[in-house]
């Protein structure tokens, strides 16, 4: 069962999909952080000094009463509470990274193109018989099926 395992694991599909895993995980931190400290700030100053983080709505307040500072405030307190800010930041994330996908896809797509057109086209190895119709050898001067001699 072990030697399955490990015959299973050393697979080239599986090693890739594993480096892909630990690669999207680290991108998906490297999103995160532009979207949380890059992007979000100045659109929070252009709004009025929003804090994105910190946008939320509460739908029923903690043991300790309102108004709360902040989400974590609010959170520590028990507050029940629509996290719009943090909502919008998800979303901001995943268009980044649906963005970046799509960007290197296409990319792909494209090497791939360009691969296939470099490569000539085979010769053919096969031609009909001009009697039978059937499909036989490109070096043939016989037919098989129907025994008539082909012209070169």
Do not use: H, W
Not at 83 to 95: C, E, M, S
Not at 103 to 131: D, G, I
Not at 138 to 145: D, H, L, M, S, Y
């Amino acid at each position: 069962m072990l030697k399955d395992f490990k015959a299973f694991i050393m697979r080239g599909n599986v090693v890739d999909m594993a480096v892909g895993v630990v690669i999207g995980a680290s991108f998906g931190g490297i999103v995160k952080s532009l979207v949380d400290d890059v992007l979000m700030p100045p659109i929070g100053l252009l709004l009025g000094r929003v804090d994105f983080s910190n946008l939320y709505l509460i739908l029923r307040e903690g043991t300790a009463p309102g108004p709360y500072a902040a989400l974590a405030e609010a959170k520590k307190a028990g507050a029940v509470t629509l996290n719009l800010g943090l909502f919008a930041n998800t979303v901001i994330n995943f268009i980044i990274v649906a963005l970046a996908i799509f960007l290197v896809v296409r990319a792909v797509n494209r090497l791939q193109a360009m691969q296939k057109s470099k490569e000539p086209e085979a010769a053919p190895s096969t031609r009909e018989c001009p009697f039978c119709a059937s499909t036989i050898s490109i070096k043939a001067v016989r037919c098989p099926q129907c025994t008539s001699a082909l012209a070169e």
